[in-house]
């Protein structure tokens, strides 16, 4: 095997050490360096792994010549702070989503990486979701026919946050899966949304994004809702899936069911048929997503292959939360979403 790449981690807080105990268990990752402004976290740290080194100078770290990839796990504001840093050390980086807070930030990002010729990745999970990678393969068979419509759900009671929305606290997620299992780039958003616990921070959402092929996705969230939900519904032309995420065994659902012609030329007035058939539950074996999204970071770092969710994936997701902030201003007016990068 390749010598394994060699990480620098930025951020032992609150998703951190999850991202750090998932590379630690990978053969190819030797962990070298952590960063953290907060002495504690740095604490916990080195009691866990004592053979990296830990600093609150992050220009330090990024000086190293025994580092090949830098990892960023802190809060949102600091990302495209932390990640200009990296990317100009001549670093891969890895950034937890959202990349960045603008659109226009995550665009320089982008164009700095190109021009760095490092590998830009953000942390969006939910794209190397077993469930989600199986869904993709069986949209791309054509098992399901024309892929129409798909919405989803994530509701939940709580955790009520005042410094974002519901839209840039959970669909981050939803937005990633959208864009993976469509392949393309919406080119409106038009969303409403209500702040009904705090005062211009909107806890339920609802947007739509239009796309150029003319398919078209729904995303609820919610904060203030008395399930918890975490569905996925896609419909196509001759079959329709149902993907639930709080489902310990049985994610996947899929419905044989359509609309068909009638059997003899139609009439005036005359109904289009509904077929209802066979339901069946295919068996996804489940691997920790997080495994997987940071195994592949670290084949991208070795290869120089795009990554999944790279960089461009990420400024499209900051994209859409910013037009959806715009749209919900404008009443539910659509917001173009077009992107130049």
């Known amino acids: 095997m390749s010598a394994p790449v060699r990480l620098g981690v930025v951020g032992f807080g609150y998703w951190g050490p999850n991202v750090v105990r998932n590379l630690d268990k990978l053969a ?6 952590a960063v953290d402004t907060d ?10 792994y004592p053979y990296a080194d830990t600093t609150t100078d992050l220009d330090a770290m990024l000086a190293r010549a025994d580092i090949d990839a830098v990892v960023v796990v802190t809060s949102a504001p600091s990302h495209f702070a932390i990640a200009s840093k990296v990317i100009a050390a001549g670093k891969h980086c890895f950034v937890e989503k959202p990349l960045t807070l603008t659109s226009a930030d995550a665009e320089k990002l982008v164009l700095a990486a190109d021009a760095a010729g490092v590998i830009l990745m953000v942390g969006h999970l ?37 410094e974002e929305n519901a839209f840039w606290s959970l669909a981050p997620h939803d937005v990633s899966i959208v864009l993976h299992l469509l ?24 947007a739509n994004l239009h796309f150029p092929s003319g398919k078209m996705a729904n995303i609820h969230v919610s904060w203030l809702d008395p399930h ?5 519904t896609v419909v196509g032309t001759t079959k329709m899936l149902v993907f639930d995420d709080m ?17 003899s030329a139609m009439a005036y007035g005359e109904d289009l048929t ?18 997987t999204e940071v195994q592949h970071f670290l084949d991208c770092c070795r ?20 037009a959806v902030d715009e749209s919900m201003k404008g009443l539910g007016a659509p917001v173009s979403t077009k992107l130049e990068v």
């Open 247 to 263: 489902e310990a065994t049985e994610k996947i659902w899929i419905y044989d069911r359509g609309v068909g012609e009638p059997e």
């Open 28 to 33: 190819d990752a030797q962990i070298v360096a």
């Open 228 to 232: 918890k939900v975490r569905k996925l």
């Open 303 to 322: 290869s120089g292959q795009t990554p999944r969710s790279d960089g461009r994936a990420g400024l499209c997701v900051v994209r859409v939360l910013e």
């Open 183 to 206: 392949g393309e780039r919406p080119d409106y958003v038009s969303a409403n949304g209500a702040a009904y616990v705090t005062d211009g921070v909107q806890d339920t959402v609802f």
């Open 39 to 48: 002495a504690r976290n740095l604490a916990r740290f080195a009691d866990l």
């Open 274 to 291: 509904l077929r209802f058939g066979d339901i069946n539950v295919p068996w996804v074996p489940l691997k920790e997503p997080l495994s």
């Open 126 to 162: 939910m794209v190397y979701h077993s469930a989600i990678d199986w869904i993709k393969n069986y949209i791309e068979s054509g098992e399901m026919g024309d892929l129409l419509y798909l919405y989803m759900q994530r509701l939940n009671l709580g955790k009520v946050r005042t």
